[in-house]
Every structure is written in structure tokens, then in C-alpha cells.
């Protein structure tokens, strides 16, 4: 599976963008994908999920009820939609496909899985 995220950018505190992430390959649509971020000096953390049946999402607190994950199974595209941006959102944002299924499957997002290059949302204050 190859993934392609764009959407990044830089806006304002208060402000939105959206984030894409195309996939293509075998089988993309049957593997639950995910949101990473790493700000300089930091790990990387997820920041939500979408199941391979799309029926659930998980996201960090921080960002619960600013950021909706979703996907598009016939464009094999997962979307991150980011509203109410914080100086804090700051970071490089990685998609991720696994297989990742069963209870508290979120937690499930390996190293070894798929992952798109970076791309970058920074947020003025």
C-alpha cells in the first residue's frame, strides 16, 4: 500500500484545513488508517483513527471536537478535517494504514505498517 498525504500548510490560530491521504495498492480499502503527528523534539503521536469499516473513529483528547477523521472508500482516500487550530497543532502529519481490527484496535498502528510521507501544518498565534 502506498499512501500520499497533502493538505498541510500554514494558517492561523482559529483556522481550518483539511488533510488528505490517497492510497492505492492491494487491498487499501480493508486496512484501518490513521493520523500521526510529530512536532520538533517530540514523538510522534496518533491523532485519530478511522476503522477499516469506517463504522469507528478514535481521537486524542486534545483535538476531540476540532478534528474529524472520515474516508472515501471509493476514492481509497482518508481525510483529516482540522477546525479551530491551536499554535500546538504544529506539527509534521503522517497517514497510516494497518491492520489493525479487534478491541481498542487504535492502539494497534506499528511502526512496521504503511506510512505516507509528512506533511507539514503550522499554526500562527
Known amino acids: 500500500v502506498q499512501l500520499q498525504a497533502s493538505g498541510g500548510g500554514l494558517v492561523q490560530a482559529g483556522g481550518s484545513l483539511r488533510l488528505s491521504c490517497a492510497a492505492s495498492?492491494?487491498?487499501?480499502?480493508?486496512?484501518?488508517l490513521a493520523w500521526f503527528r510529530q512536532a520538533p523534539g517530540k514523538e510522534r503521536l496518533i491523532v485519530a483513527a478511522i476503522s477499516w469499516t469506517g463504522s469507528s473513529t478514535w481521537y486524542r483528547e486534545s483535538v476531540k471536537g476540532r478534528f474529524t477523521i472520515s474516508r472515501d472508500y471509493a476514492k481509497n482516500t482518508v481525510y483529516l478535517q482540522m477546525d479551530n487550530l491551536k499554535p500546538d497543532d504544529t506539527a509534521v502529519y503522517y497517514c497510516?494504514?494497518?491492520?489493525?481490527?479487534?478491541?481498542?484496535?487504535?492502539?494497534?498502528?506499528?511502526?512496521?505498517?504503511?506510512w505516507g510521507k509528512g506533511t507539514q501544518v503550522t499554526v500562527s498565534s
Open positions: 495498492g492491494r487491498a487499501a480499502g480493508s486496512y484501518a
Open positions: 497510516t494504514a494497518d491492520e489493525a481490527y479487534g478491541d481498542s484496535w487504535w492502539l494497534y498502528f506499528r511502526a512496521e505498517g504503511y
